[in-house]
């Protein structure tokens, strides 16, 4: 038998190690709040992040081949090479379906507040719609906004304007390109679109409405200046009037390319990949190619809209591959030049 002053001993520190235990912090379990800044010349980028979600690699990613005849043809990729979508997410640690980003990006020109593309708001689920809290967080409020202009109209980046129909931006001016407004508004359209697509026609007339009614909604012709040091640049194929946006400031430069990229590790190194959404794939792999040439040459900024966030980086061209580069992480946000 153990003396009692031994027993109590022991008793003691059973008992302290069980407080200890449960003093234990519990795990957070949630990711730091999603933006990122850097600086163009004198001008501040904010990225924000909507939300991630599993994009359906297999379902939506296809493929241009040339046909018997000589034409070209988006073929789903999974029947057209067995097993290549695993093998190039595989060389970046990654399986399908991938947690694919959505992106917006805040430009402070210190004049004007331009907010470009504006997240999924309601209509992607309780992924996403985040925008307006990150925004918030990195110290602006939607009634800052001056400006957003929309590279495209498919929900991910028209929703966020007006989640569950009421404006989110009650002083912005909406700009988007002609053409895809001319396109998403049709009703002629919307019945010859595939059944995939066709709730995006519903969600663009339910984003734009507000703007619409209050004489907000402000359409461009292609390769305008909408303000100064920021150009519209038409890269259509994934909707009509899809553009990229140049910001140009103190000899540098930054291309938000909207949706020329889906999944990075598939695209990058085979641009000939498409996706179901893309109204026009040969286009869009044009496109594509286009932009990932010249901004290897010149190594101007990218910011993507569904690149892992914060989606900016640079494209470089290694024996005739195309690499994406990301931005190596600063909080040096001095005005700089090249």
């Known amino acids: 038998m153990k003396p009692i002053r031994t027993v109590a001993l022991l008793a003691l520190i059973s008992l302290l190690s069980h407080e200890q235990a449960d003093a234990g912090a519990p795990q957070v379990r949630a990711q730091a709040p999603g933006f990122y800044r850097m600086m163009l010349g004198h001008v501040e980028i904010t990225a924000l992040l909507d939300g991630t979600h599993p994009f359906p690699v297999h379902d939506v990613m296809t493929r241009n081949e040339t046909m018997p005849g000589g034409e070209r043809k988006a073929v789903k990729l999974a029947e057209s090479y067995p097993g290549k979508a695993e093998a190039l997410l595989a060389g970046s640690d990654l399986s399908a379906p991938v947690e694919g980003s959505i992106n917006a990006f805040l430009v402070n020109t210190g004049e004007k507040l331009i907010l470009i593309d504006s997240g999924a ?44 129909g009421k404006p989110a931006f009650p002083n912005a001016i909406i700009r988007v390109n002609q053409k895809d407004l001319d396109y998403w508004l049709d009703a002629k359209n919307e019945n010859e679109a595939p059944k995939f697509l066709k709730p995006m026609f519903e969600g663009d007339r339910a984003s734009l409405k507000p703007y619409l009614e209050a004489g907000r909604l402000r359409p461009f012709s292609e390769g305008q200046e909408l303000s100064p040091g920021i150009r519209a640049i038409p890269t259509p194929g994934h909707t009509p009037g899809h553009t990229s946006y140049e910001i140009s400031s103190e000899g540098q430069t930054l291309l938000v390319w909207g949706d020329l990229v889906h999944v990075a590790p598939i695209q990058f190194p085979d641009p000939a990949v498409t996706v179901a959404y893309d109204n026009d794939p040969i286009s869009a792999e044009a496109e594509r190619m286009g932009v990932f040439a010249q901004s290897a040459r010149t190594a101007s900024w990218i910011a993507a809209a569904h690149i892992a966030f914060p989606g900016i980086g640079h494209v470089r061209s290694v024996d005739g591959r195309f690499e994406w580069l990301p931005a190596n992480y600063t909080t040096v946000l001095n005005p700089t030049r090249d």
């Not at 110290?139 to 007006?162: N, R, S, W």
Request: some cysteine; overall charge negative; hydrophobic content about 30%.
């Open 121 to 164: 708001g309601s209509l992607y689920g309780a992924c996403c719609g985040h925008l307006l809290e990150n925004l918030r967080t990195s110290g602006y409020k939607p009634e800052q906004i001056d400006e957003i202009y929309l590279t495209h109209l498919h929900a991910d980046h028209v929703g966020g304007i007006a989640p569950q």
